[in-house]
């Protein structure tokens, strides 16, 4: 009887023994998991530092669109100078549509071909005294008799020149940069230092055409 008993005992599982060895395994297999979720993380961290990246080169670095590249050189500085700062601001506003100094310079060119119908002539009055009146502290309302609100028809063809410029613009960032990749990775790179008599220069400018005759965002 004592010998069948101490057969049992050995055969006796040790509770205290599978306690403690739960917990070995259940960690194991929760770090096999962290690691994963640590790796998707850093994925997600580096696609949200590029797009950030790309974010500020596109509002600092994209190029103005024009309708009439020609006329590109009538633009005024000033409103070039500007669109860097609006860009910035529309970005922390998190907006998704170019900024009304873009519109202004874009319709611009596109007076400079020839005359516009009435609508377009009461946003593009619209705008210019708006972005007058944000940057440089000017009332062109009375002078100019624009409308100081837009009806919904015309804020929704605004809104699809707007629409246009954004996408365009982003696209084109996005072509210049796969570019400039490509080229760095074809030439070796070099540390150029500028000159002391090297002068700024003004944003550049590039042609896309809209349609002005079916422009209406939804």
């Given amino acids: 009887m004592a010998h069948s008993n101490r057969k049992a005992g050995q055969n006796r599982i040790d ?32 696609k949200k530092e590029s797009d950030y990246v790309f974010e500020i080169l596109d509002a600092l670095t994209a190029p103005v669109l024009t309708f009439s590249q020609p006329w590109a050189n009538a633009i005024p500085k000033r409103m070039l100078d500007v669109v860097p700062l609006a860009r910035m601001k529309a970005l922390l506003a998190k907006e998704e549509l170019a900024t009304y100094v873009e519109c202004v310079i874009y319709i611009y060119t596109r007076t400079l071909e020839a005359p516009m119908d009435s609508e377009w002539t009461d946003i593009y009055t619209h705008v210019s005294c708006k972005t007058l009146q ?32 954004y996408d365009k613009r982003r ?24 000159e002391n008599n090297q002068h700024h220069k003004s944003k550049p400018t590039e042609n896309l055409l809209f349609d002005f005759t079916n422009s209406v965002f939804k």
């Fill in 15 to 46: 509770p205290t023994k599978r306690r403690n060895d739960l917990p070995a395994n259940s960690s194991h297999q929760k770090n096999l998991f962290d690691v994963e979720v640590i790796s998707r993380n850093i994925k997600e961290k580096a």
């Fill in 171 to 194: 696209v084109v960032i996005q072509r210049q940069m796969k570019n400039q990749k490509q080229k760095e990775k074809n030439t070796p790179q070099k540390i150029e230092v500028p």
């Fill in 134 to 165: 944000e940057w440089f502290g000017e009332n062109h309302w009375e002078d100019t008799k624009a409308p100081k609100e837009l009806d919904s028809w015309l804020q929704q063809k605004l809104n699809g020149l707007r629409k246009f410029i």
